[in-house]
């Protein structure tokens, strides 16, 4: 049974249940004095909170795109092996493709969903609380380098702080050493934020496992498995477009388990999708 809305809560309980801060007496005392149409509401939420139906939505959203990641990737393949005649719009690798059109706007619905979920929280009268606001802006940075090409650009001329000032003859002669400039800082950060905000929100686990998990496998895809590419010297044969294949299959796997993340919380913070009977959002 989850009451929420309640004025003496800490911040830190925001995204959790207040019976996981009340004692059972003084929940009692708090039912007790509750009006039956804040009965309902409560039997209510519990109701939502507890149907598995309620998560409906965002399971067959995951099967979608799961679907569609499968199919981006069989024809990666199957166009490979025909010749590769559509190599600009098929091939996962190039930067004009269906697939990074539709990872760009994978990442931009998870920054929007993150954007709803978090942004209620954000206070003026609370500083720290700003530092939600790095989860959406984050996914959103991402969406953009998807089409702009941002990291591209830096491992294009990372080659002047090596030796010699330059990727040529290095074994890094295809990516150059963005993931180190990059790569490597986004994860401490990403990692230090996580451990912030599961410490001051205290969310469900399942939405903290889910957001590490996508993270981490995105993360796979996007700096170990591209690193691994600097050992493939031919563009054109299959070695290179299987571990393309591999790359961004877990790229956009990485992205779909973090949308299913934000969803969770967004869900958890009392929006409901569909709406209620009424025609409301929240519970």
Partial sequence: MCLRGQASLSNAARWRCPEESLSAPRLNTRLKDADRNHIETIGHSRHVESDPDSRSPIIRLI??????????????????????????????????????????GQLLVVALVAGAAVYPRVSRADPTSWLLL??????????????????????????????????????????????????????????????????????????????????????????????FSNAIPDDYSLEYALQVLVEESLEMIGITIVLWAVYDLLHHSGFVFPPNRDGTRHQ
């Fill in 63 to 104: 099967v979608v795109l799961v679907i569609a990641e499968v199919a981006l990737g069989l024809a990666h393949l199957i166009n490979f092996l025909i010749g590769d005649p559509f190599r600009g719009s098929l091939f996962l690798g190039s930067e004009q493709s269906v697939g990074t059109w539709f990872s760009s």
């Fill in 134 to 227: 790095i989860l959406p802006l984050a996914f959103l940075f991402l969406s953009l380098d998807e089409i702009a090409m941002f990291h591209e650009t830096i491992a294009a001329g990372s080659g002047r702080f090596l030796p010699g000032g330059s990727v040529s003859g290095t074994p890094f002669s295809r990516t150059g050493i963005w993931m180190f400039l990059l790569g490597v800082p986004f994860l401490i950060l990403a990692t230090l934020w996580l451990y912030w905000f599961t410490g001051r929100f205290h969310p469900p686990t399942r939405i903290v496992r889910k957001m590490t998990a996508g993270t981490l496998v995105f993360l796979t895809g996007a700096v170990v498995v591209e690193g």
